[in-house]
């Protein structure tokens, strides 16, 4: 795929991260899907690479059961997983997935740290019996394919509109990437006539090395991941790579102590899990440390890693400001 093709998922990426906060930078709590609705339309319409992809299908959106934080604030109501679909104006077929919601303890807490692992082919048949995928990937694909809409599940609107040989492309971007890569597996077994492919975007890793395997054996050709190299959640929970993060920004900004701390008493059970990338399409994209962010305090680290994570990716890929919306000081 081309560039444009990054760019053009890279905004459907960021739409759907944000489809469920207003203009204002407010995170909806119990949103309407109406409203969700129109913030997607609009700002896809609204952007440079993806206005002419029109929504199909969707949003389905997975809200916060509700689980209580330290501090007992509820997050229930708040969206865990928002999931569409875009026809693109050649006539295929874009399914798009929701990333982290900050506000949603039960996207933080169970679909992004709950690493323990299950058997993939629990829910993917064919998958082999010791290719795991971590409990909380499970859950998000789960919460995904059981969502419905006015116009039915995810699985029998595309049985539907995809013809023999069309093409369908799963998209996301960090948590939503890492999804992407088990709901492009399942989707293939389901539309056994179309072309899948799988595009993402600073994903973490979605599975054990067997997983990376069978990924990049089922998906050969037909998968793209784009990572910064400043950005340390492609690393998280990979066995191999993780203690990048310690030394990740030297000699500008010091990785915390807690988190040097922590990746190191977790490293030998991570090395246990086996957590791998899949190798297949993999695009690295070469970040540097915006130093302009730099206000030598106990947030720089954090400060930098939210940027790497989120503006950095359209920055490195050539896009410009305005070119998708991004809500206020994300």
């Known amino acids: 795929m081309s560039s444009n093709e990054a760019k053009i998922n890279l905004t459907l990426a960021f739409v759907l991260n944000n489809a469920t906060i207003d203009d204002k930078g407010n995170v909806l709590q119990n949103p309407s899907t109406l409203v969700v609705q129109a913030n997607i339309v609009n700002r896809v319409k609204q952007s440079t690479y993806a206005k002419d992809f ?10 916060d059961p509700g689980t209580k934080n330290g501090s007992g604030t509820d997050s229930k109501g708040y969206s865990a997983n928002v999931t569409a679909i875009f026809k693109g104006p050649s006539g295929d077929f874009r399914v798009v997935t929701s990333g982290t919601n900050g506000k949603s303890n039960y996207d933080v807490n169970e679909e992004d740290n709950d690493i323990g692992q299950t058997q993939v082919n629990t829910l993917i048949s064919n998958a082999p019996w010791d290719a795991n995928i971590s409990n909380g990937a499970m859950a998000g694909a789960k919460n995904i394919i059981n969502g419905t809409t006015s116009n039915g599940d995810l699985v029998s609107f595309l049985k539907s509109q995809v013809s023999s040989g069309g093409n369908v492309t799963v998209v996301g971007h960090s948590l939503g990437g890492a999804l992407a890569s088990v709901l492009a597996l399942y989707l293939k077994t389901q539309l056994s006539s179309a072309n899948l492919n799988c595009y993402t975007f ?48 030297d000699p500008y900004i010091a990785t915390p102590q807690k988190t040097k701390d922590d990746i190191n008493n977790y490293k030998g059970w991570l090395g246990l899990l086996n957590y791998q990338q899949p190798s297949a399409g993999k695009q690295q994209l070469k970040g540097s440390v915006d130093t302009d962010l730099i206000q030598d305090d106990d947030q720089d680290f954090d400060r930098q890693a939210a940027y790497q994570h989120i503006r950095a990716y359209p920055a490195l890929l050539g896009m410009k400001s305005g070119d998708v919306w991004l809500p206020p000081n994300s």
């Not at 979605?206 to 910064?228: I, V």
């Open 54 to 63: 029109t929504l199909v299908w969707g949003p389905s959106i997975f809200l």
């Open 202 to 249: 600073a994903a973490p890793t979605a599975g054990n090395e067997q997983f990376a395997t069978y990924f990049d054996q089922t998906m050969a050709g037909a998968s793209t991941r784009y990572f910064n190299t400043m950005d340390p959640v492609p690393d998280g929970w990979n066995a191999t790579s993780i203690s990048n993060v310690l030394t990740i920004y």
